[in-house]
């Protein structure tokens, strides 16, 4: 096949340029001399006969650049020259070439640390389920521009945008104290309303999920759901958890489920132990009363679909 011909002879050459080059200008003096040697045994005098040799060839020059360009790497000769040439000037300036490289690493740093930021806040998908339906709400103002809500105004909010959104859902993230088998463990829980977990897509792989009717009236419902890694962790995986009691913060809640392994972070989805109902909030923090008055955030899901409400 020609291309594969092609190919064989370009390798060749870009591998072996300098004998190449050597075979060419041998092939080429070759000629020279045999055309000269043609004139000279026409009468022509031994200087004449080189120049018109050298003339009818149209300049040795001109058909080694012919060559070169025939053999179909040119570009990478030249540009393994110019890379040669720019290592020869750089050895020779060296004070030149510290500040060209401490310009070219400061520039590629930034650059890429300004690309990991909008990668990771706009080109990435939020790691939530079915993030193009969610909306992250938050406060404004002069001093803090993305600030967090209190729950009246998280009541405000979902009572008064029904025909809005399909669910409003909010999370706080407080410490857990859990006391089991004579010791006492301190881990990172998530108080949710109801909407929540549906609404960032956590579902229950044992057990079910926390839901609306866990979220009713404060220090009401004792529940709590376990997150896969902590089940594993704290429970080696046990399926009998699951009905089971557990002391947390001085109280007895039930285990209503374990959450599936998947893997998932950011501020919709908070690594915790433990989800509790936002109604066991104070309870499990250790408040007294202050559930309805605390700061949160939450994400709200688009009206018209009825798997997100």
Request: aromatic share 8%; no cysteine; net charge neutral.
């Amino acid at each position: 096949m020609k291309w594969v011909a092609a190919g064989r002879e370009r390798l060749r050459a870009l591998l072996f340029g300098a004998r190449a080059d050597a075979e060419m200008d041998a092939e080429l003096r070759f000629h020279l001399e045999q055309e000269a040697k043609l004139l000279r045994e026409a009468g022509l005098g031994p200087r004449e006969a080189r120049r018109q040799a050298k003339l009818r060839f149209g300049g040795v020059e001109r058909v080694r650049e012919e060559v070169r360009e025939a053999r179909g790497v040119r570009v990478f000769e030249d540009l393994v020259k110019d890379a040669r040439y720019g290592a020869r000037m750089l050895r020779k300036r060296q004070g030149f070439t510290v500040v060209a490289v401490v310009s070219l690493a400061i520039g590629i740093g930034a650059n890429t640390a300004i690309f990991s930021l909008v990668n990771a806040t706009i080109l990435r998908d939020v790691p939530v389920d079915r993030p193009e339906e969610l909306v992250n709400v938050y406060s404004a103002s002069p001093s803090d521009l993305y600030g967090t809500l209190s729950y009246p105004n998280y009541a405000d909010l979902r009572d008064g945008t029904r025909d809005v959104f399909s669910a409003i859902g909010a999370a706080r993230n407080t410490n857990a104290r859990i006391d089991r088998d004579g010791g006492v463990e301190i881990v990172p829980a998530s108080a949710v309303t109801g909407d929540y977990l549906s609404l960032v897509g956590v579902e229950a792989q044992r057990g079910r999920a926390i839901g609306p009717a866990d979220d009713i009236a404060p220090g009401g419902h004792p529940v709590v759901m376990l997150t896969h890694g902590y089940w594993q962790r704290g429970f080696g995986g046990d399926p009998t958890v699951v009905g089971s009691e557990l002391r947390l913060s001085g109280g007895v809640y039930t285990i209503v489920g374990i959450a599936a392994a998947v893997e998932r972070s950011g501020s919709l989805y908070p690594r915790a132990a433990l989800y509790v109902p936002m109604s066991m909030h104070d309870e499990v923090a250790g408040l007294e009363g202050q559930w309805r008055l605390d700061w949160w955030q939450g994400p709200a899901g688009p009206r018209g679909d009825p798997g997100r409400g």
